[in-house]
C-alpha cells in the first residue's frame, strides 16, 4: 500500500496508531519465500495482549525464508474507511494485502469474534468459504481454544490446528513452502496436512475422521516469545507475560482450559527468571506477569515469587501475579510484594455455597477463603474481587445467595480490624458471568439455563448485596452468554448463521456498542434455527456431540466419570495427589505426572 | 542531575500520541539502561517532562523535554545510549546541562514553526501561486476560530492573535506548502491545522495536509533557540 493511500486511511479513523506497525522488536523482511498473516479477530489491544499470537509470531519469524506480519480486526471506523476508498485490509509490517500472503492463521480465543474472521477475510478480497476459494487464494487456518470444536467455523478454514501451536505451525509452514517449491496443488497440500498430528481438513472430513490433540512436551525446552514487540499505543496486558506453566491439575468441571491443556507442563523457575531478565532488558517494560491457569500450584511458587519480586524491584520492576488460587499458601509471599505495587487481590470461588463448589469441584472451602481475605486484609490491600458464576448445573436460589452471604463475611472480616490498620475502605467487586456449557468439560451435556431465569437469579443477588458494605455487584450481559454457549457446542449448521449474522452486520459482538441481538436472531430465524434451542440443549451421555471426531486426550469416559460425581456431589481430587485416569490408557504416556 | 534534549517524531511516527510517545521514551531509555530518577508515591515514574505535546498526528525536529537522572551522565552520552534503543522514526538530538535555576521548559516556551503541506484533491479546482497567495492574504486580515474542547464543554478560541508570520515556501501540481509560524505558551497557542483549514476553505478546496513542527522558540538565555526579534 502506497504511503498516501494510508495516510489517508489513518486520518479517517480514531486511533490510527492501531494500524501503523513499526513498533520496537517488529520484525519487517522485505524477502521471504512464505509469508504468512497472523490474524487476531479482534482490536490491535485486545489481539497484540495475546500470549500465543506472540509466540507464534517469534517462531515463525525464527524460521529461515519465512515472514510473519500481523494484521488485527479493522475497527468499524477502519472498515468503513476501506471500504469507501476501495482499499484492502493490509499487514502492519509491509503494509501488504492480505490476499497477496501465503497463509492467513486466525487465533480463536472465544467465540464472539467469529463474525470478525469473515469481516477480516472479506475486507481482504477473499472468498468466505474454503470451497470458493482458488489455488491464488491464501491458504485460510486457524487454532486456539476455540477449535476444539471447530464445526461452527469449519467450512471457512482450509485447515483447523488442535492443540499446542509452537511445532505444529512451524511443520504446515514447511508444508506449504514445499508444495510452493514443487508445485502442488493446494489439494495435495491438504492432504499432506491432514495427515499431521493435530490438523483437521475440513474439506477432506470422512465418518472415520479423528483428529488427535497436538502437544508440546517440554514446555522448559519450548521456543518461547524472542524479543517482544513493544507497542506505542496501550494495549490490555502492557507487561512482559511469562508463562510458567501450561495445563492445570485441579479439574475444575465447568473450566474448558483446566481439560484441553492437560497435562500440567511447568518451565524451570531458574528459565522464568532468565526469561524475565532477557524480556524486560529488550522491551524497557516496568512490569512482568506470571501467567498460567493457577499460579498457586507451580511448583516451585514458592521459590520463584519472592525471588522474581526481589530482583525485579532492584530495577524498578513491578511483578503482577494474576491468577492465584484463594488456596495458596502465599502469606509470606504477599508480605514481601507489598512492598511493590498493591494492586487488587483475586478470589475466584466461583459458587458461593460449599456444596455447589462440590458440584464443579472448586476444591476451595469457605474457611479458605476467609484465611485468605484475612491475611491480603492484613498485609494492608483494600481492594478485592470477587468472581462467581451463576447458572451452574443444579444451582438453586440458597446458591444464589449464598454468594452474598460470603461477600458479607467477607465484608465483616475486614471491618472487624481497627480502623488504624484497615486504612481505606473496603473496595469489593462482586462480578458474577453466566456460566456457558463448554465441550470437553464434564458438563458438556448440560443445557443452559434460559436468559429469563438467569436475569430472576440477578435480580435475587442485587437485591440481597444492598446493605453489605463496601461490596459492589457486576452481573454480566446474559443475551451474550446464549450465543456463547449456541457457538461454543455448535454443529455445522451454525457456519450458515454466522455468515448470515455477518451480512446482516454483526461485528465485534463482545464489545456491548457493537451486539446486535435482533441481527443475530434473524440470522438464526433465517437459517429455521434458534440460538436457545442450541444453548439450551441437554444432550444425553450416550449422544453423538458435534465435537466426537475431536479427540483432546482426556476421555469421554474420564468426563462423563466427572459429570456422574458432579451430580452426587462428589469431589476428585487434584491429579498431583492421584491419578483419575483422564487421558484413559491410549495417552498414558504424555502425562508425566503420574 | 537534569538534562534537556530534543526528541524527533518522524513522519511514520506522527499518528501516535502524546501519551504513546512519553511511553515509548521512557522505555527506550529503561533499554537503553539509563540511570532514570523516578518519582516516590503509588505509581513511580521516570521524571520527564516536556515543553508541550505533541498532537497525534504531527510529526515533529524538535520536541524539548527535561529528564532527570540519579547518577551523573554526559549529554553526548545520553544521547548516544538513548537512540540506540529507541524505534524507527524516533530519536533524540541537542542534549545540554541545564545550569541551576534553569526554570521549566514549558514556561519559557513562546513560539514555534510549523511546515504545512496541503495536497489538494483531484476535483479540486488548480491552485496556482497567485491564487493562493492572494487567498492567503484574504484569510490573515479576518478571524480564525477553533473550537477548543475544555473541562467546560466545546468554546470558540480565536487564532488570529497567534499567527507570526505564515509564507508560501512551496507551490506544485496539486500541493502548496506553508511555513507558519506562530505564538505558543503554557497557556495556549497557534493550531497550526486552523490556517490550512481556513486555506483550504476561502480556496473553496479539498484536500489533506500533514504537519511538522520544525522549531520551537524559548524566553531567556541559553543554549535554547530563541525567535529571532525578541
Known amino acids: 500500500m502506497k504511503e498516501s493511500v494510508l495516510n489517508r486511511l489513518l486520518a479517517r479513523v480514531e486511533k490510527p496508531a492501531r494500524y501503523i506497525g513499526g513498533e520496537w522488536n517488529s520484525i519487517v523482511k522485505e524477502r521471504a519465500d512464505v509469508r504468512f498473516a497472523l490474524l487476531f479477530p479482534d482490536v490491535y489491544e485486545i489481539g497484540m495482549s495475546h500470549l500465543g499470537s506472540r509466540i507464534l509470531y517469534h517462531v515463525l519469524n525464527g524460521e529461515e525464508g519465512v515472514a510473519c506480519e500481523r494484521a488485527f480486526a479493522p475497527w468499524p471506523d477502519m472498515e468503513r474507511a476501506l471500504t469507501e476508498e476501495n482499499e484492502r485490509l493490509f499487514s502492519l509490517e509491509t503494509k501488504r494485502p492480505l490476499g497477496e500472503f501465503d497463509v492467513l492463521g486466525f487465533s480463536l480465543l472465544y467465540e464472539m469474534c467469529y463474525t470478525n474472521i469473515l469481516q477480516m477475510l472479506d475486507l481482504s478480497g477473499v472468498p468466505l468459504r474454503s470451497a470458493g476459494r482458488g489455488e491464488d487464494d491464501p491458504l485460510v487456518i486457524c487454532g486456539g481454544p476455540c477449535a476444539c470444536n471447530p464445526e461452527p467455523i469449519a467450512p471457512f478454514m482450509d485447515a483447523v490446528l488442535i492443540g499446542d501451536g509452537e511445532e505444529m505451525t512451524l511443520e504446515l509452514v514447511r508444508a506449504v513452502k514445499r508444495a510452493k517449491d514443487e508445485g502442488r496443488s493446494k489439494r495435495e497440500l491438504l492432504k499432506e496436512l491432514s495427515g499431521m498430528r493435530g490438523v483437521y481438513v475440513p474439506s477432506l472430513k470422512t465418518a472415520e475422521t479423528k483428529v488427535v490433540r497436538r502437544i508440546v512436551h517440554d514446555l522448559d525446552k519450548t521456543p518461547f516469545t524472542g524479543e517482544p514487540i513493544v507497542p506505542y499505543l496501550g494495549i490490555v496486558h502492557d507487561r512482559v507475560a511469562l508463562e510458567v506453566m501450561r495445563g492445570c491439575t485441579r479439574g475444575c468441571r465447568f473450566c474448558q482450559a483446566g481439560y484441553i491443556y492437560r497435562p500440567v507442563r511447568e518451565r524451570k523457575s531458574e528459565t522464568v527468571m532468565e526469561l524475565a531478565r532477557q524480556q524486560v532488558s529488550c522491551t524497557g517494560y516496568d512490569e512482568v506477569s506470571l501467567l498460567s491457569l493457577s499460579t498457586g500450584d507451580y511448583s516451585e511458587v514458592h521459590k520463584l515469587v519472592p525471588q522474581i519480586i526481589r530482583e525485579m524491584q532492584a530495577g524498578r520492576v513491578s511483578v503482577a501475579l494474576p491468577s492465584l488460587r484463594v488456596d495458596s499458601v502465599l502469606a509470606n509471599d504477599l508480605s514481601v510484594m507489598q512492598t511493590v505495587r498493591k494492586a487488587g487481590l483475586t478470589f475466584a470461588p466461583e459458587a458461593g455455597t460449599q456444596r455447589l463448589r462440590d458440584v464443579i469441584n472448586k476444591n476451595v472451602t469457605e474457611d479458605d477463603i476467609m484465611r485468605a481475605a484475612a491475611d491480603a486484609f492484613e498485609a494492608g490491600w483494600s481492594g478485592v474481587k470477587l468472581y462467581f458464576m451463576i447458572g451452574l448445573p443444579t444451582e438453586t436460589d440458597e446458591d444464589v445467595l449464598g454468594i452474598v452471604e460470603l461477600a458479607k463475611k467477607i465484608s465483616a472480616r475486614f471491618y472487624a480490624m481497627p480502623k488504624e490498620k484497615r486504612g481505606r475502605g473496603l473496595r469489593m467487586t462482586v462480578s458474577v458471568s453466566t456460566f456457558v456449557p463448554k465441550p470437553f468439560t464434564a458438563f458438556q451435556w448440560c443445557a443452559q439455563v434460559s436468559p429469563d431465569e438467569i436475569r430472576r437469579r440477578q435480580e435475587l443477588l442485587r437485591g440481597a448485596i444492598k446493605g453489605v458494605r463496601g461490596a459492589q455487584l457486576k452481573c454480566h450481559y446474559s443475551d451474550l452468554s446464549v450465543l456463547e454457549a449456541a457457538f461454543s457446542r455448535g454443529d455445522g449448521k451454525l457456519a450458515d448463521v454466522l455468515e448470515r449474522a455477518y451480512v446482516l452486520g454483526c461485528r465485534f459482538d463482545a464489545w456491548t456498542e457493537h451486539f446486535r441481538p435482533d441481527a443475530w436472531e434473524r440470522a438464526f430465524a433465517e437459517n429455521d434455527a434458534r440460538a436457545a434451542d442450541y444453548a439450551e440443549r441437554a444432550y444425553a451421555p450416550d449422544a453423538p456431540l458435534p465435537w466426537d471426531f475431536v479427540d483432546m486426550l482426556v476421555t469421554r469416559e474420564y468426563l462423563l466419570r466427572e459429570w456422574e460425581r458432579a451430580q452426587r456431589g462428589e469431589t476428585t481430587p487434584d491429579c498431583r495427589e492421584k491419578c483419575n485416569g483422564c487421558f484413559g490408557a491410549r495417552y498414558e504416556t504424555d502425562c508425566r505426572i503420574s | ?230
Open chain 2, 1 to 230: 542531575m537534569k538534562l534537556i534534549a530534543a526528541y524527533h517524531k518522524g513522519r511514520s511516527l506522527a499518528m501516535i500520541s502524546h501519551l504513546d510517545v512519553q511511553r515509548t521514551l521512557q522505555r527506550a531509555m529503561r533499554r537503553a539502561g539509563l540511570p532514570l530518577m523516578y518519582s516516590n508515591g503509588f505509581n513511580p515514574h521516570p521524571l520527564l517532562s516536556f515543553a508541550t505535546a505533541a498532537a497525534t498526528g504531527m510529526s515533529s525536529d524538535c520536541e524539548w523535554f527535561e529528564v532527570q537522572f540519579s547518577e551523573e551522565i554526559s549529554p553526548e552520552e545520553f544521547v548516544r545510549r538513548a537512540n540506540a534503543a529507541m524505534p524507527e522514526g524516533m530519536s533524540l538530538s541537542d542534549a545540554f546541562a541545564p545550569p541551576e535555576g534553569f526554570g521549566s521548559l514549558s514556561a519559557k516556551l513562546r513560539a514555534a514553526e510549523y511546515r504545512v503541506a496541503i495536497t489538494f484533491e483531484k476535483d479540486s479546482a488548480p491552485v496556482d501561486e497567485n491564487r493562493l497567495q492572494s487567498a492567503l492574504d484574504e484569510v490573515l486580515k479576518g478571524d480564525i476560530t477553533i473550537e477548543k474542547r475544555t473541562k467546560k464543554g466545546i468554546r470558540p478560541v480565536a487564532q488570529r492573535p497567534y499567527i507570526l508570520k505564515v509564507s508560501v515556501e512551496e507551490v506544485g501540481d496539486g500541493f502548496a506548502v506553508l511555513r507558519v509560524l506562530g505564538r505558543l505558551q503554557a497557556d495556549g497557542g497557534l493550531r497550526a491545522g486552523a490556517v490550512a483549514d481556513a486555506l483550504l476553505e476561502r480556496l473553496d478546496a479539498h484536500g489533506v495536509y500533514g504537519l511538522q513542527r520544525t522549531r520551537m522558540f524559548f524566553a531567556g538565555d541559553g543554549p535554547l533557540p530563541r525567535l529571532p526579534s525578541e
